[in-house]
Every structure is written in C-alpha cells, then in structure tokens.
C-alpha cells in the first residue's frame, strides 16, 4: 500500500445527526465510550497498511482537527501520517468546499507532491471494518481506472441509498440515486455470478455505494478537471461510467451509515449484543483513538448488565443496564441507567462553584437516551420521555426518533422531568 494515498472526507453539518452535530463535525461525534467516528476510517487504513493518510475539515472541525492531531503519530523513522487539511481560502479560490470532490480537488496542491498512482477517498463517518489491501487487489486485477466500493443491502432500503448496476464482468453500468420504482429496483439486482464471486446474500440483491472510492491518480485528475461537479457519488461517478473502466468491489461484511440518530443509537447498543454486528475485541483489526492513560474504573456496590464501562468511571450504589458509559463518567448512589448512551467528559470535575457537579445525580433514573458530554444532572431526575413524544426540540434538550438527547454541557436541574 506504500503506491496509495488515503483522504478521508471530514463530512459537512451532518443535520440528520443533530444535535449530536451541534457543536462538532460528524465524524468528531462520540463512538462506544471512547472512541470518535473518524477512528473507524483511519483504523482500516492502518491496519491495512495504509499510512499516508490527509483527513479533509471543514464544519465544526476545531474537536475533529484536534482529535486527529493528538491521536495519530507515527514513528520519525516512518513516512506515515494522518494530517489535517482544512478548508481554506487561496488566490486561486475564495470560497469553502461545496462538495466531496470540490473538497479533493482543491486539496490536490497538498496531495500531488507525493506522486502515488492510486488514491484512496472514503467517508469519514461511516462504521465497518475492511481490509483496503484486498479492494486494491481486485482493482489491478481488473485493471480498472475506478473502483466503487458497494455493500448489498435490502430492496426496502434502496431509497436511501445511491444504487449501481454491477454486469457480471464487474464493470458498474449504471448509477441511480435513490430509486423507488419496481422496475427499476428489478433491473439492479445483482446477478448470481456477482454474489457468488462475492459471497453475497441473495436477501440482500442490491448494491448500494458506501462512498469508498479506489482511482488512479492520472485519472483522478482528468475527472476533477470540471469545476462544475462538486460531489462524487451525484456528479463524477455517473459521468465517468461512459469515459472510464468504473469497477464495482461488492464489500458484504458489516457497513452502517450512522446518518441519523436512531441508526447512531442502535449502532451503539449493538455492541452490547452477545454477537455484535460490529466486534470491537477483534483483535486482528484493532480500533486505535486517543491515548488518555486514565486509571481503571471504580464500580461501587453495582448492578451492572450487559453494560461496557469505559475507563477512569466512577459509579455508585446504581444499576445500569444495557448501557454504555464513556470515560470519566460519575454515576451517583441510587441512580438507575438503562438503554442509554453515555459519552462521558472531557475532564474531571474541579469546579467547586457549580451547583450541579458533572455526571449523573443520586436517585435519578434514565432510560432510553443519549446524554453527550459534560452533561451536569441533577439529583431524582427522571428522563423516560414516558409520552412517548418522537420530534421534540427544547431548552435543554432534544427528541429525535423518540430518543431523548441531552446535549453537550447541558445543565438538567434537580427533580426534572422529561
């Protein structure tokens, strides 16, 4: 992989993740306790040996910008990197990024001088966990000029999602975005050769494109020269399928765009399950994120189930239950956690003038939520959202898909109720 170069796109508002996205980038969102988004891209490069890596900022990228810049280190003695390039203005262009490839081709006076022949573009908010070597393989075998990565998904999710027409040589002939119409749906399904090179699941007859994206880098170029098509999957993609040998790589392990906050909150407690879709103690493909050096966890006369606690906790005489708790968190006597995320703090509480300290207070009771961090509650709060109230937006707190979210550095006053 030294001949590849690795941009990971550091995503734009991210307005379905809201208000998770309130205050920073999608991929900077809080992941399982204590990991981010972007960790997932960035992991898969470097365990696929993959280590000259430019991630691509722009919205609410101060959290993100310093994630990457603190975590990702490589040895002197290596010519690995993971370096921030953030939008920026110069005398040729005044204006922000407009789209994915607008943001690679304004890059491209960075990228160039490293003289690769193959370049890497991937989505900075997406959860899987691939092998990029492999998808490299195919792409020389089939001597393709672009490789589309897909993963096959249901008939009744294809709305949702950008849908190719794989022909059985495995050159992609179509793209719709979106498609709704059965006879259209029809005429996409892979064919059975494809899904047995692949391994696909004939339950799964669609390929949706995972924004992953394999070019040469001459043709990278030739593609980015039209300054009027600003994203991939809606404007260079369609275009190059008639000029270009597009390929298609069928990836039929797990992939999630977490897009929306209820398919980031299943996301997350699926890693309770006893066989998660996405296994964190693989040890063969490991999660890297920041190295915080926080002592172990003190778990006090608790009743813990189907839980993970992240380090440097403190709980309390309280019972949580198919739950996450993320680092630093302060869980007090008599409280009771129950399907809910818990992303944690960023530092420990020294703040003796506040009235309510950081974490959870003694005897309150939280179900079904996402509290994000530094969230100070108070004590006998109860948050249930028991009307079963599914858009909701207030002073200091939001529903979205019947999840009650409590945002960053949220205050939640004693007794409340929500």
Request: net charge neutral; proline share 4%; charged share 25%.
């Amino acid at each position: 992989m030294k001949d590849v170069l690795g941009i990971i796109l550091g995503g734009g508002k991210g307005t379905r993740l809201f208000p998770l996205t309130l205050v920073r980038s999608k991929p900077a969102v809080p992941l399982a306790g204590k990991y981010r988004l972007i960790d997932i891209p960035i992991s898969n490069c470097i365990n696929s040996d993959l280590n000259k890596i430019f991630v691509l900022t722009q919205y609410n990228s101060e959290s993100l910008n310093r994630h990457v810049t603190q975590t990702y280190r490589f040895s002197l003695f290596s010519q690995g990197f993971v370096d921030v390039l953030a939008a920026e203005q110069t005398p040729e262009s005044s204006h922000w990024f407009r789209g994915t490839a607008d943001a690679v081709r304004r890059s491209l006076r960075h990228i160039l001088p490293y003289k690769v022949n193959y370049v890497l573009v991937l989505s900075g908010d997406h959860l899987y966990r691939m092998d990029y070597r492999e998808v490299l393989k195919y792409h020389q075998e089939q001597k393709a000029e672009v490789t589309v990565c897909g993963n096959p998904v249901e008939v009744e999710k294809a709305s949702s999602y950008g849908i190719l027409k794989l022909e059985d040589d495995g050159r992609i002939s179509a793209f719709y975005e979106k498609p709704k119409d059965a006879r259209t749906l029809e005429g996409l399904k892979i064919s059975s050769t494809v899904r047995k090179k692949f391994g696909a699941s004939s339950k799964r007859p669609l390929m949706a494109s995972m924004g992953l994206y394999l070019f040469r880098t001459q043709v990278l170029l030739d593609v980015l020269q039209d300054e009027n098509k600003i994203d991939f999957g809606r404007d260079i993609i369609p275009a190059a399928l008639s000029d270009y040998l597009v390929y298609g790589y069928i990836f039929s392990g797990y992939w999630e765009d977490i897009g929306t906050v209820e398919a980031f909150y299943k996301a997350n407690l699926d890693l309770l399950s006893e066989n998660p879709n996405f296994n964190l103690l693989d040890l063969e493909y490991p999660l890297y994120t920041h190295a915080r050096f926080l002592p172990p966890s003190r778990v006090c006369n608790c009743r813990i189930r189907k839980s993970m606690i992240s380090e440097g906790c403190l709980i309390l005489d309280s019972k949580i239950s198919n739950s996450i708790i993320g680092i630093r968190s302060v869980i007090r006597e008599k409280a009771e956690i129950v399907n809910t995320l818990m992303m944690g703090t960023d530092l420990y509480d020294t703040d003796s003038d506040q009235p309510i300290p950081l974490g959870v207070g003694r005897g309150s009771s939280i179900k079904n939520a996402i509290i994000d961090k530094n969230a100070r509650i108070g004590e006998g709060v109860q948050i249930c959202n028991a009307s079963g109230i599914q858009e909701l937006d207030a002073e200091n707190y939001y529903i979205r898909d019947g999840i009650v979210i409590i945002p960053k550095n949220a205050v939640i006053e004693d007794g409340t109720v929500i």
